[in-house]
Nanobody, 118 residues
Framework: QVQLVESGGGLVQPGGSLRLSCAAS????????MGWYRQAPGKQREWVAA???????NYRDSVKGRFTISRDNAKNTVYLQMNSLKPEDTAVYYC????????????WGQGTQVTVSS
């Protein structure tokens, strides 16, 4: 059973920074794609950033230039560095991993709360 464990959330003032971590119980090379989603109160979960094992990186427009996704292969860990945080970034952030074979399977972490407020 794949486990994804997020950490690093918290309360930060507008303009501040946080780094989220997602530790996977299996090699991150075993996933076709890994990334981050978020869900604000009363809103649907939305995709934030992701990378594929082919090496492509993608970000939603509202976080481009502020957020950076990266990985440490040796630690089986994916990171989301968040800079210049805004109140609208407040949400529960979820780590996601996808395998396409033998069937398409999504794995999710438990989520970590990020609150941006003065």
């Amino acid at each position: 059973q794949v486990q994804l464990v997020e950490s690093g959330g918290g309360l930060v003032q507008p303009g501040g920074s946080l780094r989220l971590s997602c530790a996977a119980s299996e090699s991150i090379f075993s996933f076709n794609r890994m990334g981050w989603y978020r869900q604000a109160p009363g809103k649907q979960r939305e995709w934030v950033a992701a990378f594929t094992n082919g090496g492509s990186l993608n970000y939603r427009d509202s976080v481009k230039g502020r957020f950076t996704i990266s990985r440490d292969n040796a630690k089986n860990t994916v990171y989301l560095q968040m800079n210049s945080l805004k109140p609208e970034d407040t949400a529960v952030y979820y780590c996601n991993a996808i395998r396409d074979y033998p069937t398409h399977t999504d794995y999710w972490g438990q989520g970590t709360q990020v609150t941006v407020s003065s």
